[in-house]
């Protein structure tokens, strides 16, 4: 008998997006009321994850040719740089700055370069988990 | 302020993450490497000279104030380990290119190494205590991947043990610290030290003080927490080994210091007498392990057993001409065993085996090597020109200054089983009867030599220029004499 997951497929493509969205106002949240890096990146999977529960991984990989250590890596390096880029201003690693700044859609915005150390946390863990995901799928 | 003080940490950082993005490129990869530790050792020499000129080095991370951010604290003590620590891996790396393997390279060995650097070089310069976890861990994740890296059989069996071990004590050291963080309500170091003081250190504070001394003995490989280092260290090939042996007992080995001359120096009855009688049985389980076994890297296991028991000892003599022999001895162990391991795996790679009995006779065709394994042998036991006199004679002063006659009793007749030990090694595979004919040797010891010749010069160097090392290790023997030092250069009262 042929299986046909018609439903579950069609949904998924729906609610990817939703979840997805959902782990995006997550991350940016984080300053304010909980959220942050971690818990965005880990969402992020978690519509990757119900993509590849609906899909296979070639077609996964097929949607989203991207190497997830790759982010990771990059992820990490967007953290450390954000620590050194302290250095060019002569205070100690890692101080962060904190700015309100005038945003054309969004108006009066706290904009953070804790921000930017954040993002690389959201890449890390995205990558870990996707490279985690992945390498014990294709595993035979 | 003084970022100085981060680039032991931040170089190999950037390095493992850059070498994450290029794994397929070897050569780019050793290159990298190779800049990378040149630049963390101009760096940790460079911290060193600073600290012995204008004293305690501190950074506040982030810019906050001691008690509430993280500082990084780098003392004379910490940056003699910096230094030691980064040009023992320097050579470590140095023998890896040459021996081993495509295999293993391809799989992220060279972000490994740099990772656990990270977390060995953060280890010793951080000033708060959950940060010193936050770095085991980057350490302990590292080794882990190292202890596993090439998946042989025997590689799998003990990475299963290890990790087991490893992450226990990782959960009882979390424990630890939320104790003392009930009790105290403070992580920074030399703020929990001060608090301490006021207290009295009741007795609440010494079940916990027992508690990071079995944690940090766990790591370091005491008795009877030692069960699980023979075999870990044995599994992976030789150049892992070597760094394992040359940094990671020493991390546990520098918590203990640290934590017991900083934190819990009021109770020395109860804390230190039990470092003290754990110190002796480990200098003597190290010294039987090694006279018991016919396998060269399993005597050379046992040895580091019982460097730990000797440096931990220190802690236990309290008085400062102890203190400096212990990190003169630390300083030396690092090196010598650090070159030990790498000449075992120059022979490993001549005849392929570790089994004495199966060698003989190398000294007809690889003099170099055998005659550097005695010189190494020398220095580990302790023989006057060489580094582990000098460690030894402190000690040993510092145990009739504090009338601890059975220790200098128990040091002395180690030094003879380990002189033992290591000699039985020589005499029976640099001597004997050849048993493996030229055409018969597994491989050639090209390249493999001189980072054990490196070493071995820096060790002559550690005995010989004892007059030009002395005064950093007796400032570090101050700072840990007197925690004042220490907590003053944090909180700047």
């Known amino acids: 008998m042929k299986v046909n ?84 201003f002569d205070v100690p690693f890692l101080t962060h700055a904190f700015q309100y700044i005038e945003l054309p859609i969004l108006g009066k915005t706290a904009l953070a370069s804790t921000l930017a150390f954040d993002l690389g946390v959201y890449l890390v863990v995205v990558g870990i988990a996707m490279t985690i995901i992945q390498t014990i799928g294709e595993s035979e | ?36 530790l040149s630049f963390a050792t101009i760096a940790s020499i460079v911290l060193v000279h600073k600290v012995y000129t204008d004293g305690i080095q501190t950074l506040e991370i982030g810019n906050w104030r001691p008690p509430f951010g993280i500082v990084l604290v780098a003392d004379m003590f910490a940056s003699l380990l910096v230094l030691t620590g980064t040009i023992v891996s320097f050579m ?45 861990e980057v350490m302990l994740m590292a080794s882990y991947a190292l202890i596993v890296i090439g998946g042989t059989r025997s ?51 010494t079940v916990v003080a027992i508690l990071f001394l079995i944690v940090f003995g766990l790591k370091g490989g005491i008795f009877p927490l030692y069960f699980w280092l023979p075999g ?75 460097a730990v028991g000797v440096i931990i000892y220190g802690v236990a003599l309290a008085n400062e001409t102890g203190y400096a022999g212990s990190i003169y001895y630390l300083v030396h162990d690092m090196v010598i065993k650090g070159a030990l391991f790498l000449l075992g795996g120059a022979m490993f790679a001549v005849t392929g085996t570790d089994n004495i009995k199966k060698m003989g006779g190398l000294i007809k065709r690889h003099p170099l090597l055998g005659w550097m394994f005695f010189i190494a042998a020398m220095a580990l036991a302790g023989i006057p020109p060489l580094s582990g006199f000098v460690g030894k004679v402190l000690l040993v002063q510092g145990g009739l200054e504090a009338d601890h006659y059975v ?81 003053q250069a944090v909180l700047k009262e």
Not at chain 1, 15 to 40: C, M, R, W
Not at chain 1, 54 to 74: C, R, S
Not at chain 2, 94 to 107: D, M, N, P, Q, V
Not at chain 2, 412 to 435: G, H, R
Request: a neutral charge.
């Open chain 2, 92 to 136: 470590c790396i140095l023998f890896a290119f040459r021996s081993i393997g495509k295999g293993r390279e391809s799989y992220y060995y060279y972000a490994f190494t740099q990772f656990l650097l990270t977390g060995v070089m953060g280890a010793f310069l951080t000033g708060d205590i959950f940060n010193l976890f936050v770095f085991f």
């Open chain 2, 155 to 205: 590689q799998l069996r003990e990475s299963l043990k290890y990790v087991l071990v490893n992450v226990i004590s990782s959960a009882l050291f979390v424990l630890a610290l939320a104790y003392i963080y009930g009790l105290m309500g403070t992580l920074n170091m030399a703020d929990i030290s001060n608090k301490v003081a006021e207290s009295g250190q009741s007795g609440i504070l």
């Open chain 2, 407 to 487: 220790f200098v009793g128990v040091m002395l007749l180690s030094s003879l089983l380990v002189l033992y030990s290591v000699m039985k090694i020589f005499m029976n595979c640099f001597f004997k009867a050849e048993v493996l004919s030229e055409k018969e040797e597994q491989g050639s010891t090209k390249g493999l030599i001189y980072p054990s010749v490196i070493l071995l010069a820096l060790s002559a160097f550690l005995g010989l220029g004892a007059e030009f090392v002395y005064p950093y290790v007796w400032q570090a023997a101050e700072t840990l004499m007197d925690p004042s030092i220490y907590i």
């Open chain 1, 5 to 88: 997951d018609l439903i579950l497929q069609t949904v998924t493509t729906f609610l990817a997006f939703i979840i997805f969205i959902f782990s995006i106002y997550l991350f940016f949240a984080g300053h304010y009321t909980p959220g942050g890096g971690f818990i965005g990146g880990l969402m992020t999977s978690a519509a990757l994850v119900l993509l590849l529960l609906a899909y296979d991984i070639k077609t996964m990989q097929k949607a989203l040719p991207i190497n997830f250590l790759t982010v990771a890596a990059v992820g990490l390096m967007i953290s450390i740089l954000t620590g050194v880029g302290a250095f060019l």
């Open chain 2, 1 to 36: 302020m003084n970022n100085l003080v981060i680039l032991p940490i931040l170089i190999p950082l950037i390095t493992a993450t850059l070498l994450l993005l290029l794994p397929k490129r070897i050569k780019l990869q050793k290159l990298i490497s190779v800049i990378s």
């Open chain 2, 232 to 306: 870990s260290y044995h599994a992976p090939p030789y150049a892992i080994t070597a760094l394992f042996g040359a940094l990671l007992t020493k991390v546990g080995v520098y918590a203990i210091f640290r934590t017991f001359t900083l934190i819990f120096y009021h109770e020395p009855e109860i804390t230190h007498t039990i470092i003290a009688i754990l110190a002796g049985i480990t200098i003597l389980i190290g010294a039987i392990g090694a006279i018991a076994y016919w396998d060269v890297k399993k005597i050379l296991i046992y040895n580091i057993v019982t």
